[in-house]
């Protein structure tokens, strides 16, 4: 089984190219969704966030906008989200894989916004980086309109520089000079790795 780690900034396109490969009936592991699973409603992460950002739970799950404030007033919260979140995820992660591998799968996408910032890339066959300008990428984060400009560059600042995961990439996807290139490149992508 093929296992390919897609990966990139925060609005650099990854959601676009996760979307091409779903469409194309390749299983996806989503650690974005995983995150969300585990900070809603009974999620295996509420009791310890609970534990170490008081008042950041509201209903039986994480107010993700109150954690954020949190850690935009404390970044050095992030470690402390990352000692709860990261095992969680790679569990699930872990599961993942070996449900298609029982299966048969010949190729699967991990959809891992951090996969190269926690290392999370040692059983990855291939590493698909998606790439747009910073100015491009910050564009997209504002229409998103859901940060302010300061949660933008904290959360930009807080990844691996773009240029830095362009270089270890197997796989460059230029998102931003036109989606019809990026997805020409993916078709391209999906058709190899099924021969």
């Known amino acids: 089984m093929k296992v390919i780690g897609l990966t990139g900034g925060i ?3 990854k959601s676009t190219a996760a979307r091409q490969f779903q469409r194309a009936h390749i299983p996806m592991f989503d650690a974005d969704v995983e995150v969300h699973r585990l ?3 009974g999620g295996a992460a509420v009791p310890a966030i609970a534990a170490a950002f008081p008042g950041t739970i509201r ?4 107010d993700r906008r109150l954690l954020r404030a949190r850690l935009m007033a404390d970044p050095a919260g992030w470690r402390v989200l990352e000692r709860i979140i990261h095992p969680l995820v790679r569990d ?3 599961a993942f894989l070996a449900r298609w591998r029982r299966q048969g799968a010949r190729i699967v996408v991990l959809d891992i ?3 190269l910032e926690t290392g999370g890339n040692a059983d990855i066959d291939l590493i698909l980086v998606v790439s747009t300008s910073t ?3 910050k564009s997209r984060l504002r229409r998103r309109g859901r940060m302010t400009e300061a949660e933008i560059a904290a959360i930009i600042a807080r990844q691996m520089p773009d240029s830095e995961k362009r270089r270890r990439a197997d796989v460059l ?3 931003g000079l036109s989606r019809r290139h990026a997805q020409a ?3 391209r992508l999906i058709q190899e790795l099924r021969r």
């Not at 209903?59 to 994480?62: N, R």
């Open 135 to 137: 100015a491009n990428q």
């Open 39 to 41: 900070q809603a409603r």
């Open 113 to 115: 916004p951090l996969l």
């Open 185 to 187: 490149r993916i078709a």
């Open 92 to 94: 699930a992660r872990r």
């Open 173 to 175: 996807v230029r998102t």
């Open 11 to 13: 609005g650099m396109g």
């Open 59 to 62: 209903d039986g799950a994480v």
